[in-house]
């Protein structure tokens, strides 16, 4: 056994074991010298403890009174009854006995070996006798019946009595021990010595509870911005992210990020099913947690985007859901707001909202004529395809061909014509999510 469940059992069983339970008719008041006293119930350690061993500890309990209803002292008077009457019966029958072999003798004598003398031979006295006794077997016998139905009606009653008290007692006595463990329990805490193992569980209280995503750490205090655990499914696994619990009020779970180009996005479908890089750099979660974090509650997502000039712009989306693998990671975005402008859905031919996710090596886009993902070097939910790719590849400066860099088509001038047809690229893009309803 456990040191920790050790020192609990034993203090309830001495707790148990400390109830001494006393009759007494004159009053119904429970005397409870514990709570009384401050600190009467002592656990001690006994001897040194051991690193990692078992050390025993020792639960001093006062004395506790607890006295019995009143109604209990009936019963001994009951049962005196019953045995008064039943002594009474008792006699009773053996004298009813007595005279009907009385009674019997008179009426055939040949039982007695005598010859039988002839009906007119038999006296008047002879015959009074018998009536008499006949008379005084029917007023037993009735006597006798009297006495049983007198029986059974204190049978019953102290059968009643009986159960009534008992499981009254039974409950009392429960609820006591039950009150004296939750005091020892209490009391364990405040006296002088403890068990070491209690005190170290005492000191996690909030490992069971489940974070769901980082507005959860958020909301029991939690202000840096780092790698947490969530678990935004209880029945499915938990997952390390990064939390962002700075940008407007924190509680970001953060999805993608992009800042140097150390990683690279040009990916496997498999490779973005369950995430790759670094959390604390670059990085794209996976879109199987993606899927998670978005069916566990209503999300909103956020893209912070910053260009090589410093200007900084965002996105914001009041709705923001990615379907599971079986339906191909389908986005499901609604309503914008913000300064960058709303790429996801630019157009009606333009519009990333709905769309499957596509990657080199699986196609899933409106482009009849190809992969998107393979032109473009990335993953995303392409439409036929671009107007926003921010798993493009990473360019640390303007660039020529092939627009297949970090891509938000809403950007101020990113559509206008370049000198030498260079088109620009992004210093930083990130994209992180939070419950809707999450209040900072
Ligand atoms: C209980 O009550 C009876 C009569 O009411 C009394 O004679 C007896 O002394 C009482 N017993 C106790 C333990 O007080
Ligand atoms: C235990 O008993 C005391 C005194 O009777 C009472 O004040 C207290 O509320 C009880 N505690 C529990 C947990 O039942
Ligand atoms: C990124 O990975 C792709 C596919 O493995 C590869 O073709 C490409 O050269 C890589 N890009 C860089 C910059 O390493
Ligand atoms: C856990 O989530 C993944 C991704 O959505 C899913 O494929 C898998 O079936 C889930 N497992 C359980 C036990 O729900
Ligand atoms: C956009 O967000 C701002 C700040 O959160 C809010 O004041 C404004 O009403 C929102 N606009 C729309 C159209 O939702
Ligand atoms: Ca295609």
């Given at each position: ?80 009854e019953v045995q008064n009457l039943k002594e009474m019966v008792n006699s009773l029958k053996k004298s009813c006995q007595d005279c009907k072999l009385q009674a019997d003798d008179s009426r055939d004598p040949g039982r007695n070996g005598q010859l039988s003398p002839s009906p007119g031979s038999l006296g008047e006295a002879d015959d009074n006798r018998v009536r008499e006794l006949e008379s005084e077997v029917n007023k037993l016998s009735s006597d006798l019946k009297n006495a049983k139905e007198e029986i059974d009606l204190l049978q ?285």
């Amino acid at each position: 056994m456990k040191p920790a469940s050790f020192c609990w059992l034993s203090s309830a069983v001495l707790a148990a074991y400390g109830v001494l339970v006393v009759a007494n008719n004159e009053t119904e008041e429970i005397k409870d010298e514990t709570a009384r006293d401050a600190c009467p119930l002592r656990l001690e350690s006994r001897g040194k403890c051991e690193e990692g061993g078992e050390c025993p500890y020792q639960v001093s309990l006062p004395p506790l009174t607890i006295q019995l209803p009143r109604q209990l002292g009936r019963i001994e008077e009951v049962f005196k009854e019953v045995q008064n009457l039943k002594e009474m019966v008792n006699s009773l029958k053996k004298s009813c006995q007595d005279c009907k072999l009385q009674a019997d003798d008179s009426r055939d004598p040949g039982r007695n070996g005598q010859l039988s003398p002839s009906p007119g031979s038999l006296g008047e006295a002879d015959d009074n006798r018998v009536r008499e006794l006949e008379s005084e077997v029917n007023k037993l016998s009735s006597d006798l019946k009297n006495a049983k139905e007198e029986i059974d009606l204190l049978q019953g009653r102290l059968e009643k009595l009986n159960l009534v008290n008992m499981n009254n007692i039974e409950n009392y006595v429960d609820s006591k021990v039950a009150n004296l463990t939750s005091v020892v329990n209490s009391l364990d805490g405040k006296c002088s010595s403890k068990c070491p193992i209690q005190e170290q569980i005492q000191s996690r209280p909030v490992q069971h509870l489940i974070y769901k995503d980082c507005s959860d750490y958020y909301t029991i205090g939690k202000r840096s911005s780092e790698i947490y655990r969530v678990t935004p499914d209880p029945k499915n696994s938990s997952f390390e992210v990064f939390c962002d619990m700075e940008t407007t009020g924190g509680g970001w779970t953060v999805l993608q990020a992009r800042l140097d180009g150390s990683t690279n996005f040009t990916r496997t479908w498999q490779d973005y099913k369950v995430g790759f890089g670094n959390l604390r750099r670059e990085f794209w979660l996976g879109n199987d947690k993606i899927h998670l974090l978005t069916k566990s509650k209503e999300m909103i997502l956020r893209i912070d985007l910053e260009d090589f000039n410093g200007v900084k712009l965002y996105a914001l989306y009041d709705q923001f859901y990615v379907a599971n693998e079986f339906l191909r990671y389908r986005l499901h975005i609604g309503n914008y707001n913000g300064t960058a402008g709303d790429a996801l859905h630019f157009s009606k031919h333009y519009n990333h909202d709905l769309k499957f996710f596509t990657t080199p090596d699986r196609d899933n886009d409106r482009y009849p004529s190809g992969n998107c993902g393979l032109y473009y070097s990335s993953g995303w939910w392409f439409d036929a395809c671009l107007s926003a790719n921010l798993n493009g590849k990473y360019y640390h400066q303007k660039y020529r061909g092939v627009r297949n860099g970090i891509f938000w088509g809403t950007w101020p001038g990113i559509s206008e014509a370049q000198p030498g047809g260079y088109k620009s690229s992004f210093k930083e893009a990130k994209m992180m999510i939070r419950p809707k309803h999450f209040k900072p």
